[in-house]
């Protein structure tokens, strides 16, 4: 089945709604072995989906006293580099739970169609940590180490 628009926008539809719903192991289904995370500062590899579900449940905690309750995104690009690799560059929004804006993130997505879906084989994040740390001295809220 090939890349699609559609496919693409499903896919971060059912991402996003493992960030509202705080479900590490339903977002860990939606990534390749190993999964990589790159930014500025450093690159993580993580081998196994329970190191996946073990290095975002870690952040649940922060994301809570943040105020998250609900991720949103919007597809801003879609480049379909072969047949079965597209990088997207995405827009995550998240939400408190009155509905008000609290953040947004942009990022990169290399997808890799793999025979049964649609994974996240690297992320590029670009300013997740910059808006992390915008948000938490906003709300008054210390980050760790």
């Not at 996003?16 to 705080?22: E, G, K, R, V």
């Not at 479900?23 to 072995?33: I, N, P, R, S, T």
């Not at 953040?103 to 992390?132: H, M, P, W």
Request: glycine share 6%; with cysteine.
């Amino acid at each position: 089945m090939a890349i699609t628009a559609t496919r693409i926008d499903d896919y971060f539809t059912r991402y996003a709604a493992t960030l509202t719903n705080f479900d590490a192991g339903a977002w860990a289904k939606l990534w390749a072995e190993p999964g990589v995370v790159v930014d500025d500062a450093a690159s993580m590899v993580a081998e196994s989906r329970e190191a996946l579900v073990q290095g975002l449940s870690m952040s649940f905690p922060l994301h809570k006293r943040l105020g998250f309750a609900a991720a949103g995104h919007e597809v801003l690009d879609i480049t379909l580099v072969t047949e079965k690799l597209a990088l997207v560059h995405v827009r995550f929004v998240f939400r408190d739970v009155e509905g008000a804006r609290l953040s947004e993130i942009t990022s990169y997505y290399l997808l890799r169609d793999n025979g049964f879906g649609l994974q996240t084989a690297v992320c590029i994040e670009t300013d997740a940590a910059e808006k992390t740390r915008e948000l938490a001295t906003a709300r008054g809220v210390e980050l760790p180490g």
